[in-house]
């Protein structure tokens, strides 16, 4: 059974970092890239970063260049998001989910049940 279970949410102040974990499980992890998503009130489900399996390539909304770093430890089949700087706008539940990553595109399959953060002013 395929899982992907997002850690390390919360409330943090802007300025501040944020560390969010994707753990998969199932199997997939060196079938499947790995991408954050977020999705924040009345607003529709957007990119945040993608990185493949073997960690060789990665890529990130603009909105969060520079500030946000995608990760992973193999051995962990576990995949990190970094979150620095983080603005009011960050505010979102983040999730994860198994996707392909190719040709420029992202086709999620598995999605993670999604974590709270919420960055205030």
């Known amino acids: 059974q395929v899982r992907l279970v997002e850690s390390g949410g919360g409330l943090v102040q802007a300025g501040d970092s944020l560390r969010l974990s994707c753990a998969v499980s199932?199997?997939?992890?060196?079938?499947?890239?790995v991408a954050w998503f977020r999705q924040a009130p009345g607003k529709e489900r957007e990119f945040v970063a993608v990185?493949?399996?073997?960690?060789?390539?990665?890529n990130y909304a603009d909105s969060v260049k520079g500030r946000f770093t995608i990760s992973g430890d193999n051995a962990k089949s576990t995949v990190y998001l970094q979150m620095s700087n983080l603005k009011p706008e960050d505010t979102a539940v983040y999730y994860c989910?198994?996707?392909?990553?190719?040709?420029?595109?992202?086709?999620?399959?598995?999605w993670g049940q999604g974590i709270q953060v919420t960055v205030s002013s």
């Open positions: 989910a198994a996707v392909y990553y190719g040709g420029g595109s992202i086709s999620a399959n598995f």
């Open positions: 199932g199997g997939i992890f060196s079938t499947y890239a």
């Open positions: 990185r493949s399996w073997n960690g060789y390539n990665s």
